[in-house]
């Protein structure tokens, strides 16, 4: 007995719609399965005189959380080891105009922040070979400048943060804090007749060592 014509198209539209929703639940499934959700956020921070001027610094980095009661230096991070200053991809620092990082007249440009955590003190390096994984590709001769900074401490932070706010004319300063730890760095921009007149100090200072 054959089947009837309506009845057989009834049956292959119903195989066709099956096929279909298999279809679209297997593009689905792919899809949100290559979806890698980033378990540290990451964020942004700027400092700008006023909304209508371009920024003088801009720091991009990853925030680490954590909640337990020790301390994060000494602990998760340990001390006087190179530390990519945040999480994942090493923090990034973009100067937008010269800038005294320490005693070193740094040009505008974008650089590496790694530091290396005491416990009294915390070292700061600019490199300038950036988009680079952790401390992994760290490398000395890519160093720009660098400082040293004592630690203070605060009330705790739960997740690691940078943040900037001015101090003094054509001075600001780059706050790092982490647990109840607490780094001010000083990032001057001067005008270029200042600049000149730390490096012919920076000179005198170099003279003299070199006689002693």
Request: avoid cysteine.
């Amino acid at each position: 007995m054959k089947k009837s014509p309506n009845k057989k198209n009834r049956i292959l539209n119903v195989i066709r719609i099956i096929t279909l929703l298999i279809i679209l639940v297997s593009i689905n499934s792919y899809a949100q399965g290559n979806i890698i959700v980033d378990a540290v956020p990451h964020d942004i921070s700027y400092y700008r005189e006023s909304r209508i001027v371009k920024p003088l610094v801009k720091a991009i980095y990853g925030r680490p959380t954590h909640t337990e009661k020790t301390e994060v230096f000494g602990n998760k991070v340990p001390f006087n080891q190179i530390w990519r200053t945040g999480a994942n991809e090493a923090t990034e620092i973009r100067f937008y105009d010269q800038v005294v990082f320490g005693d070193t007249i740094v040009e505008a440009g974008t650089y590496v922040l790694y530091t290396i955590p005491g416990e009294n003190e915390w070292e700061l390096i600019l490199s300038s070979n950036i988009d680079v994984l952790g401390t992994f590709q760290y490398d000395p001769m890519f160093d720009v400048a660098k400082t040293t900074i004592n630690v203070s401490k605060a009330e705790k932070l739960e997740t690691f943060t940078i943040s900037f706010k001015k101090r003094a004319t054509n001075q600001i300063m780059m706050m790092l804090g982490w647990g109840s730890t607490r780094v001010q760095v000083p990032l001057t921009f001067k005008a270029k007749e200042e600049y000149a007149s730390i490096n012919k100090i920076k000179a005198i200072k170099n003279s003299s060592k070199s006689f002693n």
